[in-house]
């Protein structure tokens, strides 16, 4: 049997591009993707409230001069669910209503409840090498668009910074 994904609706989300004084951008690496802070927005709260809150949740971080920068649907490949909350999400949603932010890292804090999704270890990088690791990231179809995004956006505050 397979899904009719087309009638699913967007799972809404956020992402942010959060940058310290030093060139670098609160990011991870994972199995040769990169992760910036963010997550799904709960119902009836607001995106802007959201990314503050998830990445305080999964880093730590207390960011400030908080812009919004744009929004994108995207849809999700047919080999994007690897985990079993992915794969549980990709039966409900066809893809992401994605907000995107940009802001400064004021400063990090002690969580006492590390959630699940906390990041442990460096959860910093050079804007240039978050750029790189994009660059040279897999690509496919589905997420084309939603990466380039990303290094638009990059590309811009290592240019520019956040104003």
């Avoid at 951008?25 to 119902?43: I, N, R, S």
């Amino acid at each position: 049997m397979t899904l009719n994904r087309l009638g699913l609706p967007f799972r809404k989300n956020c992402e942010g591009y959060f940058v310290d004084n030093n060139g670098c951008v609160l990011a991870k690496e994972m199995e040769g993707f990169l992760m910036f802070p963010g997550g799904g927005v709960d119902e009836n709260e607001d995106v802007k409230d959201a990314i503050i809150r998830e990445t305080l949740e999964e880093t730590g971080a207390v960011i400030k001069s908080l812009r919004k920068i744009g929004n994108l649907h995207f849809v999700w490949s047919p080999n994007w669910a690897k985990t079993d909350k992915q794969k549980k999400r990709y039966l409900q949603f066809q893809g992401e209503d994605m907000h995107f932010f940009i802001g400064e890292i004021d400063r990090f804090i002690e969580i006492d409840r590390k959630e699940e999704d906390f990041w442990k270890g460096d959860k910093l990088i050079k804007i240039s090498d978050a750029i790189n690791i994009i660059k040279s990231g897999p690509f496919d179809e589905y997420n084309v668009e939603y990466r380039k995004f990303q290094l638009d956006s990059l590309k811009n505050l290592l240019i520019g910074g956040v104003k």
